[in-house]
């Protein structure tokens, strides 16, 4: 099954800072979603990026896909300590079945107060 | 509200002793699914439902039976569970198309 793979697999910055995160495919897709865990929880939706759609937003997230680099990145501008958490891509290809909504390791985000 | 419920939430159990995680979602979504997480390992769907009384196998289903009488429901069995089952378990519901996921507070199971 197709899953994405984060990096890196942890990132510490400090608060205020802007965070990057990447994702990498590895066949087609129809959308990239993103997703975020806090520690012990279940994961939360965060955005979702459509195969013909090279840039979205929503609020302090930004998000880009390259299609022909099967690549995707996480932007959080102006982080804050309530962003710690662990940040996870699921690219989706819709003839694949369940493929697509398995996941990979993560990226962990440590916001430094 | 939209949610997805798992119970329990903390389970502590002892090797071979059955145990069944519920999982209740109330979005009439079609799609469902289970998976556990471990420490360096990420998330791993263990069974998927496409719907009622259809279901298959994830990444990791050895020692886990799924059933799916109704839409709404979608309990994890572990008929004999062993302490390699000792994990944090998410139940997730599905909108299609999409997709996207919803998923349960999570149980924690530890198997002695």
């Known amino acids: 099954s197709q899953q994405g793979e984060e990096d890196p697999q942890a990132l510490s910055i400090q608060e205020g800072e802007n965070a990057t995160m990447n994702c990498s495919y590895k066949t087609s897709i129809n959308n990239l979603q993103w997703y975020r865990q806090n520690s012990g929880r279940g994961l939360v939706h965060l955005i979702l990026i459509r195969s013909n759609e090279r840039e979205k937003h929503s609020g302090r997230l930004r998000v880009t896909l390259d299609t022909s680099k099967k690549s995707s990145s996480l932007l959080i501008t102006a982080s804050r300590a309530a962003d710690t958490a662990s940040y996870f891509c699921a690219p989706y290809n819709s003839g694949g079945g369940a493929d697509g909504l398995t996941f990979g390791k993560g990226t962990h985000l440590i916001i430094q107060p | 509200e939209a949610q997805v419920t798992q119970n329990p939430r903390y389970l502590i159990t002892v090797t071979g002793k059955k145990l069944t995680v519920t999982c209740s979602q109330n979005m009439n979504h079609e799609y469902m699914s289970w998976y556990r997480q471990d420490p360096g390992l990420g998330l791993r769907q263990i069974y998927y439902?496409?719907?009622?009384?259809?279901?298959d196998k994830g990444d990791v289903p050895e020692g886990y039976k799924v059933s799916r009488k109704e839409k709404r429901n979608f309990p994890l069995i572990l008929e004999s569970p062993s302490p390699n089952q000792t994990s944090l378990y998410f139940c997730a519901s599905v909108s299609l198309p999409g997709p996207t996921q919803y998923f349960g507070p999570g149980t924690r199971l530890t198997v002695l």
């Open positions: 439902s496409m719907n009622v009384e259809v279901t």
